[in-house]
C-alpha cells in the first residue's frame, strides 16, 4: 500500500464551525505533513510531525490545530476560520532519516471558507 | 535563505517531442538535495525524479531526466517523447542534507502535452 488517503475530499464550511480534516497511511512512515495550497501556487509548509510528535510549525495561526493520534493517522482541526484560509490542504508522509526520502502526497482537501 | 525558481510559468510541447524545464536555485550548503515533483490536474502530486548534490551523474528514469550542473546551480528537467498524461504543473524543490531540512518548492510550470 503506497498511498495517503485524505478524507473529505472538499468541504465548504463557515467561519464559526469546527470541522476536522484527516488523514491516512499504512506505509510505516513515522514523517507526516501539512501543507496548504493556494491555486497556481506551490505547496506551502505547515505542520511537520516525527515519530508523533509536533516537530515544525510554520508560524500557522492557532485557528489550524493538528494532531497525530498515532502513527498512521493526521488530523487538522479547523475552527473560526477566515476565507482566505480557502486552498487545497495536502498530507504528506515519509520515511524519516534521509533527506533523500520521497514524500508522497494525498490527493488533499478542498476547502472553502464563507 | 533558499530560494528555487523556476522561470517559465507555461510550457508547451507536442505529442513525441522533446521539452525542457528549467530551475535554478540559491544555495550555500553544499549537501542537499533536488527532485521534480509532478501535479496532473486534480490528481495527487508525485515524485519524479529526485538528484543528489555529491553525485555528478545526471539522474534519470524513464522518459525523464535532468541536467544538474551543480557550479550554475541548475537543475533543469528533460521529457522525451512527450505523453498526453505528462500534462501537470511540475515542481522543482530543494531539501538540505541535515535532518531537519523540509522542502523548498518552486513556483512551478504548467506543461501542456497537445496532440
Known amino acids: 500500500d503506497t498511498e495517503v488517503t485524505q478524507t473529505p475530499k472538499h468541504l465548504v464550511m463557515g467561519m464559526t464551525n469546527k470541522k476536522s480534516l484527516k488523514c491516512e497511511q499504512h506505509m510505516g512512515h513515522r514523517a507526516m505533513y501539512w501543507y496548504k495550497q493556494k491555486a497556481k501556487k506551490p505547496p506551502e509548509l505547515m505542520f511537520v510531525?516525527?515519530?508523533?510528535?509536533?516537530?515544525i510549525n510554520e508560524s500557522v495561526p492557532s485557528r489550524f490545530s493538528p494532531e497525530c493520534p498515532n502513527s498512521s493517522l493526521l488530523n487538522l482541526h479547523l475552527h473560526a476560520l477566515q476565507p482566505e484560509d480557502s486552498a487545497l490542504y495536502l498530507c504528506a508522509s515519509s520515511l524519516i532519516g534521509l533527506p533523500y526520502n520521497e514524500q508522497f502526497f494525498g490527493p488533499g482537501t478542498r476547502l472553502t471558507v464563507l | 535563505a533558499q530560494t528555487v525558481t523556476q522561470s517559465q510559468p507555461e510550457m508547451s510541447v507536442q505529442e513525441a517531442e522533446t521539452v525542457t524545464l528549467s530551475c535554478t536555485y540559491d544555495t550555500s550548503e553544499s549537501n542537499y538535495y533536488l527532485f521534480w515533483y509532478k501535479q496532473p490536474p486534480s490528481r495527487q502530486m508525485i515524485l519524479v525524479i529526485r538528484q543528489e548534490a555529491y553525485k555528478q551523474q545526471n539522474a534519470t528514469e524513464n522518459r525523464f531526466s535532468v541536467n544538474f550542473q551543480k557550479a550554475a546551480k541548475s537543475f533543469s528537467l528533460k521529457i522525451s517523447d512527450s505523453q498526453l498524461g505528462d500534462t501537470a504543473m511540475y515542481f522543482c524543490a530543494f531539501r538540505y542534507g541535515g535532518s531537519q531540512g523540509n522542502l523548498i518548492f518552486g513556483k512551478g510550470t504548467k506543461l501542456s502535452v497537445k496532440p
Open positions: 510531525y516525527s515519530y508523533e510528535k509536533l516537530s
